[in-house]
């Protein structure tokens, strides 16, 4: 008997079976790629309607699916209809608040990953600041790293760059976060100073 494997099974093969009607494969893709969408979304609308637009994008991606020329480009391929679909609310955000078509609701309920919160995010008010003062392509590689638990290997397929791209962008990013932690410890001492 081999060793068994523990692999996770590619993008495109849950793809294809999500095409075929799997929802469960579905699931997984969301389960997957659900903090990267959301934070896509945040970067582009804000906090407020990010789960929303996360939720729309699924969907899209959902029944846009059959129409995929390369299952493999899945990550891409979704990221560019979040980026779409966040750009398209921002137009006509008062429209798209209130209609919502009696298939999404049922598609919601089957799709459990669709309707899980996003969850408690313990970021510190200190590396939020920090995050936001770094250049948003590092703070974004960052936060899906850390945050979202995802490899390099899926970022750069959901961002559509390389994977050296990423590691770079990590690499610098803490970097980066480094300096903007020294720059708050400072002045903070420098706060402290005055006071006394």
């Known amino acids: 008997m081999g060793k068994k494997k523990n692999r996770e099974t590619p993008d495109e093969i849950l793809v294809v079976s999500a095409i075929m009607g799997d929802l469960v494969a579905f699931d997984e893709l969301v389960l997957r790629y659900r903090g990267a969408v959301v934070r896509i979304a945040r970067s582009i609308t804000g906090p407020d309607d990010a789960e929303d637009i996360a939720q729309d994008a699924f969907l899209i991606a959902f029944k846009a699916l059959p129409s995929i020329e390369m299952p493999s480009k899945f ?10 679909r966040a750009r398209r609310f921002l137009r006509e955000e ?102 006394n």
């Open 75 to 84: 990550a891409a391929w979704l990221n560019a209809i979040t980026r779409n």
């Open 94 to 195: 008062k429209n798209h608040r209130q209609r919502r078509v009696g298939l999404d609701e049922v598609l919601l309920q089957q799709i459990a990953a669709l309707s899980l919160p996003f969850g408690d995010e313990r970021e510190t008010e200190e590396l939020i600041l920090a995050l936001d003062k770094i250049p948003q392509d590092y703070a974004l590689a960052l936060r899906m790293h850390f945050f979202d638990e995802m490899p390099h290997k899926r970022i750069a397929a959901f961002l559509g760059v390389p994977v050296s791209t990423v590691k770079w962008r990590v690499h610098r990013g803490k970097k980066y976060l480094r300096e903007q932690f020294e720059h708050l410890r400072i002045k903070e001492e420098l706060w402290k100073k005055k006071k």
